[in-house]
């Protein structure tokens, strides 16, 4: 049974640091792209960064430079580091997954992803 738990959000200062976490369980990391999306209170949902499982890598353009996502097989984790946090980078955060092979577009932020944690809050805050 597929299983994505988000942990490390939390409360931080501007210009402060969080990594956030994405656990799998039920099926194999390796063959799975994995997204990073965020959603605030009234805002659509948005794809901030994501990991093909070939290693490849996309940034929405307001995180480019700030945010670094990384993938640890042996641990079955996905990570978001976050840097220089600002109160726009407030929202839930959510990881997913998509097998693969099966995607197509352009970008990983293009994809339909088909499994998805509950979230993990990020404020950023004085």
């Known amino acids: 049974q597929a299983q994505l738990v988000e942990s490390g959000g939390g409360l931080v200062q501007p210009g402060g640091s969080l990594r956030l976490s994405c656990a799998i369980s039920?099926?194999?990391?390796?063959?799975?792209?994995i997204g990073w999306f965020r959603q605030a209170p009234g805002r659509e949902r948005e794809s901030v960064s994501c990991?093909?499982?070939?290693?490849?890598?996309d940034y929405v353009d307001s995180v480019k430079g700030r945010f670094t996502i990384s993938r640890d097989n042996a641990k079955s984790t996905v990570y978001l580091q976050m840097n220089t946090l600002t109160p726009e980078d407030t929202a839930a955060y959510f990881c997913?997954?998509?097998?693969?092979?099966?995607?197509?577009?352009?970008?990983?932020?293009?994809?339909?992803?088909?499994?998805w944690g509950p979230g993990t809050q990020v404020t950023v805050s004085s």
């Open positions: 990991i093909e499982y070939s290693g490849t890598t």
């Open positions: 039920g099926f194999i990391i390796d063959d799975y792209t």
């Open positions: 997913a997954a998509v097998f693969g092979p099966t995607t197509y577009g352009s970008s990983c932020h293009e994809y339909e992803y088909d499994f």
